[in-house]
């Protein structure tokens, strides 16, 4: 009796011990996420006030406010990754009104399907704009109009390859790419205004190269920086008039809700302006970033690239 109640203690014994092995691996299974969203959404402040300061200067109040999101999917050999830029902000200058100070409209979308690792083939889109309009003179609304929402406006759509060895790392590259460029402001629509043709054209499509990259790098505990560039060139109409366009955000967190931002933007566009165009703001103020984990690629449990 004595050993058939050892038997059984030690069957239930390995059947709870195995349950608790298929817990453990349901848990690592279902922690799995092939949805990963990385957010950060900002308000920043800037303020300066004088009051018989003999070196002179005028009380100015400004804000910027902001949303960076980076979605994303990743199962088997499907790879989804979309991209949300917002950005726009105003100073307030005593004497001289309010100017904006930044503005920025940038969505895209790439869907890539693995052929080797780290490659993929891809197909993608992305548009870009502002929310209000530009002006000479420091965005003088009193001066000449030069930009307006979707005048310019830009969407490309092209197929390619795409390189991502991991996160921090993104390069693709689309040997067939339409660019659209949009002027939807009928005070903008004049020939050459943006590459237009005619009086009253509303849009130009181009054809040809467009090679874009991403590189995130950590410098140092709760300091990062994130570089993007990109390159286009026209087919169609003089393709050694490439568009250039390079940024560069430097992040610098405090606290939990407290950071600090520095960017700096230069393009080359011959359509636009047969100059290179230099922005570059500095701020401090309000963080949220959003995290729902590490994305799937980051897991040593879901590296389905690499042979085990």
């Not at 307030?92 to 920025?104: A, E, F, H, L, S």
């Not at 130009?204 to 060139?233: C, D, H, P, R, W």
């Not at 610098?252 to 047969?274: E, P, R, W």
Request: with cysteine; net charge positive.
């Amino acid at each position: 009796m004595k050993k058939l109640l050892l038997i059984i203690s030690c069957v239930i014994g390995m059947y709870v011990s195995a349950q608790e092995e298929l817990k453990k691996d349901s848990v690592v299974i279902d922690t799995v996420k092939h949805w990963s969203v990385l957010g950060k959404n900002s308000l920043m402040f800037n303020q300066a006030a004088f009051s018989n300061w003999v070196g002179g200067g005028a009380n100015n109040l400004g804000w910027l406010a902001g949303v960076n999101y980076d979605i994303t999917y990743e199962k088997g050999k499907d790879l989804w990754e979309n991209i949300i830029i917002l950005d726009y902000g105003q100073n307030n200058t005593k004497g001289i009104g309010t100017r904006k100070t930044q503005d920025v409209i940038n969505i895209s979308t790439n869907y890539g399907r693995q052929f080797s690792k780290s490659w993929y083939f891809s197909v993608g889109a992305g548009i870009q704009s502002q929310f209000s309009s530009g002006y000479e003179d420091g965005n003088n609304p009193e001066a000449k109009k030069l930009s307006n929402f979707m005048a310019p406006g830009y969407l490309n759509v092209g197929l390619g390859i795409t390189y991502r060895p991991n996160d921090d790392l993104n390069v693709t590259l689309r040997p067939t790419n339409a660019r659209w460029t949009f002027v939807l402001d009928k005070e903008l629509q004049l020939a050459s205004n943006y590459g237009l043709k005619s009086d009253g054209d509303s849009s130009l499509l181009q054809f040809g190269f467009l090679g874009t990259a991403s590189y995130k790098v950590k410098i140092m505990e709760n300091m990062n920086v994130t570089n993007t560039a990109s390159v286009f060139s026209n087919y169609l109409d003089h393709p050694e008039r490439l568009v250039l366009a390079y940024g560069m955000a430097l992040n610098m967190k405090v606290n939990k809700f407290i950071s600090s931002n520095i960017t700096l933007d230069v393009l080359y566009d011959h359509n636009q302006i047969q100059k290179t165009q230099l922005k570059q703001t500095l701020g401090i103020g309000f963080a949220y970033t959003l995290n729902n984990g590490v994305k799937r690629s980051d897991r040593k449990d879901s590296q389905w690239w690499i042979k085990k």
